[in-house]
């Protein structure tokens, strides 16, 4: 669902789809969808209706075919896995029964468990689907070659036929405002008071001071802040009374070319980065867009047009010719800023094309250009060369969908992307130039060892999340058709299997995740450490599976580290629960564990 330069959806859209979300949607909202795509949906009220699923960056919705209501299924925050289901459902024939892609999602519900209340609540007549063991499955990247209408759809009331142009309402849709759910043409109203829902702040509880009931003091009503302290205790003493249990929601692909999955697991790891790193109040700061502010002292949005003028002269002022050091630092940390909170300017970005092959070029320049002449490294290559790699990375954020990202690192058999590669990786072993008299270097020593390991250990921070972007994008290439099979995790890896220094480079990332969770670090991690683990653990993870040389380099000599200091009873209690990327981290500590074996 990525969109052209006035904000549309491709050409491969729904219009028909399109153009309800248009109208249906607020802007923010319409604007960060990934993704929409037709599936046969099974839930525990919903069983084996035909709908469209819409992806945005922090929520799955559901709508009809033809849409009429759009319905938030769940939230990232709440979803715990998405996994491919390796099975042959059973309501479909030929060969969409084996190339249909199933895919299941877990996620958590707090809401009591009454009949009802929720549109994904529990039938127990629905019969879920089972898990199967893989068997009869070798592909997850489906094909379909049929559609689904005129098959029989096994239900309670026996053989029914799944029509894609019914024009009545769906069976899976009952009157929203009975449900309580989530309607986005139509938002609940809030007094002026109250901030907009964030979805990376906690779901607001019947008994929370934004209930009007607090805010609006009445006759016999306890005042506002009494009534405040007294909702927040009572919210407090209620916690344990919430039902929270895990609930499935069954979705079966059927377009021709389906990547929902590769979607849902980019969407989930995108919300959990960000939402882990919006706990940190500096990082919150950094990314606050006027979207973001309180109601009263919002600005009005960037429109595309204004965001890609601005664009274009940040643009022209980094590529001029002469532009001293000084200058460009100053720019690039425009840009950064820019990037973080703009969406529209990270498309931008990679439309262009321009700008990313420029910071390549300043990249390779600024870290290994003189460091090959002199043999070391200078702090301000290191602080240049940080920035870059932090504004490339920041340029990967939520830009999945964005086509011409990977039209232009795949252009040329991929020379661009090797570049970045190649350029990205660094001698972790410190390096640092002291001029002037033995007496001058002896008083400066230590201050300047200690100045460089900061900003070198900030480097190889930088390098692993730009490096873990890449892997995820190579992730995604690799679920797809061999057409598309191009900027794998084994090319990525394949192409910097000969760089001098990716062994120790891979073996500083190791060692960093040992320190982090052994026994002689603070007891618990920021949330920017939690993101840098999660993004070095699956930087391993994927040295492991895909390369047999780094793996066993890893195995060699990070073996015992590994056996006897990292410890997942350990890692839970360094792992904050608050943070998102807890659980998907000890997830990933556990894999680990077990390839180093």
Not at 138 to 148: E, K
Not at 331 to 342: C, G, I, P, S, V
Not at 513 to 522: G, I
Request: one cysteine or more; charged letters at 20%; glycine letters at 4%.
């Amino acid at each position: 669902m990525a969109r052209t330069g006035s904000g549309s959806l491709l050409a491969r859209r729904d219009i028909k789809l399109d153009s309800f979300l248009k109208r249906n949607t607020e802007r923010t909202v319409y604007e960060r969808i990934r993704a929409c795509e037709p599936c046969v949906v099974i839930s525990e009220s919903i069983n084996k209706v035909y709908m469209h699923v819409v992806l945005s960056d922090d929520r799955v919705y559901l709508t009809e075919y033809p849409p009429r209501t759009l319905t938030a299924a769940f939230s990232f925050r709440r979803v715990r896995d998405i996994e491919l289901v390796n099975d042959l459902p059973d309501f479909l024939r030929g060969k969409d029964r084996e190339l249909c892609q199933h895919i299941r999602i877990t996620y958590v519900t707090e809401k009591p468990a009454r009949r009802g209340r929720d549109w994904l609540r529990r039938n127990h007549r629905a019969g879920l689907p089972r898990a199967v063991q893989p068997s009869r499955r070798t592909s997850h990247c489906p094909v379909i070659t049929h559609t689904l209408e005129g098959y029989p759809v096994h239900s309670e009331r026996g053989a029914e036929e799944l029509h894609l142009s019914e024009p009545t309402r769906s069976a899976s849709c009952p009157n929203p405002e009975a449900l309580g759910l989530l309607r986005i043409p139509h938002p609940p109203t809030r007094p002026p008071s109250t901030p907009p829902y964030s979805p990376t702040s906690p779901p607001t509880s019947p008994l929370s001071p934004s209930n009007h009931r607090l805010n609006t003091p009445e006759p016999g009503q306890v005042p506002t802040r009494i009534g405040s302290v007294l909702s927040r205790l009572l919210r407090r003493a209620c916690v344990n009374s919430r039902e929270e249990r895990e609930a499935e929601l069954h979705l079966y692909a059927v377009s021709h070319t389906s990547r929902l999955y590769l979607h849902l697991q980019s969407s989930w790891n995108s919300f959990i980065i960000r939402s882990t790193l919006l706990l940190d109040p500096v990082y919150r700061g950094r990314c606050r867009a006027s979207s973001d502010s309180p109601p009263g002292k919002r600005l009005p949005a960037i429109s595309w047009e204004r965001t890609a003028h601005l664009f274009a002269q940040l643009s022209s002022e980094l590529l001029q010719e002469g532009i001293s050091v000084e200058s460009l630092y100053l720019l690039l940390q425009e840009l950064r800023t820019a990037a973080h909170r703009n969406v529209a300017l990270r498309r931008l970005f990679w439309r262009s094309g321009e700008v990313c092959v420029f910071l390549v070029q300043t990249l390779e320049e600024s870290l290994h250009g003189c460091q090959s002449l002199s043999g070391v490294y200078t702090a301000d290559q290191l602080l240049l060369s940080t920035l870059v790699v932090q504004t490339l990375a920041v340029m990967f954020r939520e830009t999945e969908v964005e086509p011409a990202r990977l039209n232009l690192l795949s252009a040329k058999k991929g020379a661009l992307a090797s570049r970045m590669l190649l350029a990205l990786i660094c001698d972790p072993e410190l390096q640092t130039q002291n001029q002037g008299s033995p007496i001058d270097r002896e008083v400066s020593c230590a201050l300047l060892c200690l100045c460089d390991q900061a900003l070198l250990a900030e480097y190889l921070d930088a390098a692993c999340s730009l490096l873990f972007e890449l892997l995820l994008l190579g992730h995604n290439a690799s679920r797809c058709s061999p057409a598309d099979n191009f900027l794998s995790v084994g090319w990525i890896l394949r192409v910097l299997q000969p760089h001098p220094h990716l062994t120790s480079f891979i073996g500083h990332q190791a060692q960093q995740v040992v320190l982090v969770l052994s026994d002689l670090q603070e007891p618990f991690l920021s949330p920017a450490q939690s993101v840098l683990l999660f993004q070095r653990c699956r930087l391993l993870l994927a040295c492991l599976q895909y390369n047999n040389q780094l793996a066993q380099h890893l195995r060699a000599h990070f073996r015992e580290e590994f056996r006897y200091f990292v410890k997942l009873s350990c890692a839970e209690e360094k792992l904050p629960p608050h943070h998102p990327i807890s659980q998907p981290t000890l997830r990933l500590v556990g894999q680990i564990l077990t390839l180093l074996r």
